[in-house]
């Protein structure tokens, strides 16, 4: 199986910065595009930022020159750094990852999320 652990959320002021990090265990060949997303209670989960193995990012328009997505292949991880935060940045953050696992001498691409790690920005 496959599992991801993300850590790091928390309650920051406005304007003030926080970095998540999540870590994938388990049995896989390799992992894919990883990335971050975030939903409201209630809401739909929206795409915060993305990241290939080769380092091409994608970043959601409400993020782009706060947020930073960056990864270590070696190590499995990806991390989310959040800068000059709003109230609206208010959300619990989930991590995703396309991973590759080898099934019967197939390979196959799953996705997997992580448990989701809650950030408070106060207004």
């Known amino acids: 199986q496959v599992q991801l652990v993300e850590s790091g959320g928390g309650l920051v002021q406005a304007g003030g910065s926080l970095t998540l990090s999540c870590v994938a265990t388990?049995?896989?060949?390799?992992?894919?595009?990883m990335g971050w997303y975030r939903q409201a209670p209630g809401g739909q989960r929206e795409l915060v930022a993305t990241?290939?193995?080769?380092?091409?990012?994608k970043y959601a328009d409400s993020v782009k020159g706060r947020f930073t997505i960056s990864r270590d292949n070696a190590k499995n991880t990806v991390s989310l750094e959040m800068s000059s935060l709003k109230p609206e940045d208010t959300f619990v953050y989930y991590c995703?990852?396309?991973?590759?696992?080898?099934?019967?001498?197939?390979?196959?691409?799953?996705?997997?999320w992580g448990q989701g790690t809650l950030v408070t920005v106060p207004e």
């Open positions: 990241i290939t193995t080769d380092g091409s990012t």
């Open positions: 995703k990852a396309e991973v590759i696992r080898s099934v019967a001498y197939n390979e196959y691409q799953f996705q997997y």
């Open positions: 388990g049995d896989f060949v390799r992992i894919n595009i």
